[in-house]
């Protein structure tokens, strides 16, 4: 089975701290992804990554970054974090175009 | 740009009734996924449609595809209360992005 490993499931930062949540999968795969999500509103894509050092901007990507310097990591980075950042992050990985998102388990971020 | 939309947003259902969710999207698009999450739990890929017409059968869980309608739906038969979650219907864009809808809660009782 696919695992994709978000370091943390909670998380709570101050207003300002730069903020970085992890993610490793262990499949090879070439694609990654993160999301938030939000009541209401779904799951909105951040950034996503089709390759090593590749990255590319989703629907919401102000306020963040992302670094992939690994193949298996994928890593969000809140450069300055604000409350409107409190939010689920969910990080997901697959292996080819057409095929589904393995997601992981998340990333509850408080931000006070 | 894409939009996703389904309904309804929150469904009370009893036991053993049929149901559909509907997911209507914007643009042509010809891949689909839907999705299940369980509260506090991650999401869980429950199918991948890929192409007009196309169907797939899981247990008490049907998925169908219509491109030209630009709508897919996700049928219950007989629910049971382990059915008891939120779904979610996904859609690729032509930038290969996966758009999602806001999620049906689904809530099944005795």
């Known amino acids: 089975d696919v695992k994709v490993t978000q370091s943390s499931r909670y998380l709570v930062k101050r207003t300002g701290e730069k903020v970085f949540l992890e993610c490793v999968q262990d499949?090879?795969?070439?694609?990654m992804f993160w999301y938030r999500q939000d009541p209401g509103l779904g799951l909105r894509l951040i950034y996503f990554?089709?390759?090593?050092?590749?990255?590319e901007k989703g629907d919401i990507p102000e306020g963040y970054s992302v670094s992939r310097e690994k193949k298996e990591r994928f890593s969000l980075i809140l450069e300055s974090a604000s409350t409107n950042q409190t939010s689920m992050y969910l990080c997901?990985?697959?292996?080819?175009?057409?095929?589904?998102?393995?997601f992981g388990n998340g990333t509850r971020l408080t931000v006070t | 740009e894409l939009k996703v939309e389904q309904n309804p947003l929150f469904l009370s259902m009893q036991e053993g009734k049929n149901y559909t969710i509907y997911c209507n999207y914007s643009t042509t698009s010809d891949r689909l996924y839907w999705y299940r999450q369980d509260p506090g739990k991650s999401l869980e890929s429950l199918f991948v449609?890929?192409?007009?017409?196309a169907v797939k059968q899981e247990g008490r869980l049907m998925a169908s595809l219509d491109t030209k309608a630009r709508l897919s739906t996700l049928h219950i038969t007989a629910a049971v209360h382990d059915l008891s979650a939120t779904y979610f219907c996904?859609?690729?864009?032509?930038?290969?992005?996966?758009?999602f809808g806001t999620g049906t809660r689904l809530q099944v009782f005795p």
């Open positions: 449609l890929l192409s007009n017409g």
């Open positions: 990554s089709y390759d090593v050092k590749m990255k």
């Open positions: 499949m090879d795969h070439e694609n």
């Open positions: 997901a990985s697959r292996v080819v175009s057409n095929s589904p998102l393995h």
């Open positions: 996904a859609v690729v864009n032509g930038a290969d992005k996966l758009i």
